[in-house]
């Protein structure tokens, strides 16, 4: 986790909005914030954003979830469309 938070804090300015730490050195992401706040930071009116707001952990039946599965799982993908 430290890796992953030390890239998320280096790279953006908005870690404290996009992050929880769950227990001492492990934190949880709010990713589809992360995105958003990018996507707004590059110029797109949050208006225009739209986003899925499933937990990939609570859907197991929609969602591959690396922690949950304790990494024996399958990929997803994300992917950005512009109208």
């Given at each position: 986790?430290?890796?992953?938070?030390?890239?998320?804090?280096?790279?953006?300015?908005y870690w404290e909005?996009?992050?929880?730490?769950?227990?001492?050195?492990?934190?949880?992401?709010?990713?589809?914030?992360?995105?958003?706040?990018?996507?707004?930071?590059?110029?797109?009116?949050?208006?225009?954003?739209?986003?899925?707001?499933?937990?990939?952990?609570?859907?197991?039946?929609?969602?591959f979830s690396h922690?949950?599965?304790?990494?024996?799982t399958g990929r997803?993908?994300?992917?950005?469309?512009?109208?």
């Amino acid at each position: 986790d430290r890796p992953v938070r030390d890239a998320f804090r280096a790279g953006s300015g908005y870690w404290e909005a996009i992050s929880d730490e769950v227990s001492l050195g492990q934190w949880q992401l709010d990713i589809g914030k992360s995105c958003r706040l990018q996507l707004e930071a590059a110029g797109i009116s949050g208006e225009k954003i739209d986003a899925v707001a499933e937990c990939t952990c609570c859907h197991r039946e929609l969602f591959f979830s690396h922690r949950r599965d304790q990494g024996v799982t399958g990929r997803q993908m994300g992917f950005v469309l512009m109208k």
